[in-house]
């Protein structure tokens, strides 16, 4: 079962038949017949229980488990929270939205690889994304 997002209400669909194609997955949804009726729910969110979900290795998360972290250096310097994990092909990038400056005024996003190297330490029960960037990334930043 899954819970899409339709018009700002929930509904529930219950998946006939799923195929993977590259890196894309089509679904045939119970009650969803024709391609006009599936257009209607293109660029939906889709909600699934987490129970259903594969448990990843060791050191891997989904990206919804990423998301909100606050991400702060060795040295405490709190950096920003994650808003999204784009997936470049190779590293995928933590799009990191810094606190708000001292005017208020938001500074541009900050993209950091999620290599080990960098992200130390991952706690998610914490909150939090502990990192050791190389010297002059986060001056690319002006922090």
């Given at each position: 079962?899954?819970?899409?997002?339709?018009?700002?209400?929930?509904?529930?669909?219950?998946?006939?038949?799923?195929?993977?194609?590259?890196?894309?997955?089509?679904?045939?949804?119970?009650?969803?017949?024709?391609?006009?009726?599936?257009?209607?729910?293109?660029?939906?969110?889709?909600?699934?229980?987490?129970?259903?979900?594969?448990?990843?290795?060791?050191?891997?998360y989904y990206i919804?488990?990423?998301?909100?972290?606050?991400?702060?250096t060795r040295g405490?310097?709190?950096?920003?929270?994650?808003?999204?994990?784009?997936?470049?092909?190779?590293?995928?990038?933590?799009?990191?939205?810094?606190?708000?400056?001292?005017?208020?005024?938001?500074?541009?996003?900050?993209?950091?690889?999620?290599?080990?190297?960098?992200?130390?330490?991952?706690?998610?029960?914490?909150?939090?994304?502990?990192?050791?960037?190389?010297e002059g990334l986060?001056?690319?930043?002006?922090?």
């Amino acid at each position: 079962m899954l819970i899409g997002v339709r018009q700002g209400q929930l509904r529930r669909y219950e998946v006939e038949k799923a195929e993977s194609y590259g890196d894309k997955v089509v679904l045939k949804l119970q009650g969803i017949e024709s391609a006009d009726q599936a257009a209607g729910l293109v660029g939906q969110d889709i909600f699934l229980p987490c129970n259903g979900l594969v448990d990843l290795p060791a050191g891997t998360y989904y990206i919804f488990e990423l998301v909100g972290l606050s991400v702060v250096t060795r040295g405490g310097q709190v950096i920003g929270t994650v808003r999204d994990v784009y997936e470049t092909g190779g590293t995928p990038l933590l799009v990191i939205d810094p606190p708000s400056g001292d005017a208020g005024m938001r500074r541009e996003e900050i993209l950091l690889p999620a290599a080990r190297a960098i992200c130390r330490d991952i706690d998610t029960a914490a909150g939090r994304i502990t990192i050791d960037p190389p010297e002059g990334l986060l001056g690319l930043y002006g922090l």
